[in-house]
């Protein structure tokens, strides 16, 4: 169901915005305020619009990507909420792009916040899942731990281990935005125009 609404979504957005401004066009939804735009833009390279001469391979990458989400979901004996929601999230983001990819030879981004590439909702839907597994991991991995702790003594430690794990994925989604935002805004505004 997510993976349909998030499909559905992304391709009807960029067809209003096809439709309403037009390739090149520019709005600003929110009047004064010109760090959030809505620019419709050809993206041939994968995310950052990076290695536009691998379109080929960004046309064929989705189909093994998802045939292993697939699979790691189904391997799953009983899958939380947390992770259907980012398969989800992944597979209709995946279809999202793909679909553009094979209809037009290029995905059509339309968001821009900041300084930030241009992006679009099958992106915005794809990001959101690696923040979602990485938490279904980190709660897996708290409650694996929790249960062997619960063996071995009592449940007033299992406490400590949340908090060290909040700590870490904290910790790494902030490296994570340091890595993205040096390699999506900062090499390309300092060192490659």
């Given at each position: 169901?997510?993976?349909?609404?998030?499909?559905?979504?992304?391709?009807?957005?960029?067809?209003?915005?096809?439709?309403?401004?037009?390739?090149?066009?520019?709005?600003?939804?929110?009047?004064?305020?010109?760090?959030?735009?809505?620019?419709?833009?050809?993206?041939?390279?994968?995310?950052?619009?990076?290695?536009?001469?691998?379109?080929?391979?960004?046309?064929?990458?989705?189909?093994?990507?998802?045939?292993?989400?697939?699979?790691?979901?189904?391997?799953?004996?009983?899958?939380?909420?947390?992770?259907?929601?980012?398969?989800?999230?992944?597979?209709?983001?995946?279809?999202?792009?793909?679909?553009?990819?094979?209809?037009?030879?290029?995905?059509v981004d339309f968001v821009q916040v900041g300084s930030w590439p241009i992006f679009n909702v099958a992106d915005a839907a794809v990001s959101t899942a690696v923040v979602l597994m990485l938490l279904w991991s980190l709660r897996e991995d708290s409650s694996h731990a929790e249960s062997a702790q619960e063996t071995e003594s009592s449940a007033a430690s299992g406490s400590s281990s949340s908090w060290k794990l909040g700590a870490a994925f904290l910790g790494i989604l902030a490296v994570v935005a340091v890595v993205g935002y040096f390699i999506c805004v900062f090499i390309p505004t300092n060192f490659l125009r």
């Open positions: 169901m997510v993976a349909v609404i998030v499909y559905s979504l992304d391709q009807l957005t960029k067809f209003l915005v096809l439709q309403g401004i037009g390739m090149g066009g520019v709005w600003l939804p929110l009047s004064g305020f010109t760090w959030l735009r809505i620019v419709p833009s050809i993206n041939t390279g994968t995310a950052c619009g990076y290695f536009p001469q691998l379109s080929i391979l960004f046309t064929l990458a989705p189909f093994f990507i998802l045939a292993v989400v697939i699979l790691f979901y189904r391997s799953q004996k009983q899958p939380s909420w947390l992770l259907s929601i980012g398969v989800g999230l992944i597979i209709g983001g995946a279809f999202g792009n793909l679909t553009d990819r094979l209809r037009l030879g290029y995905v």
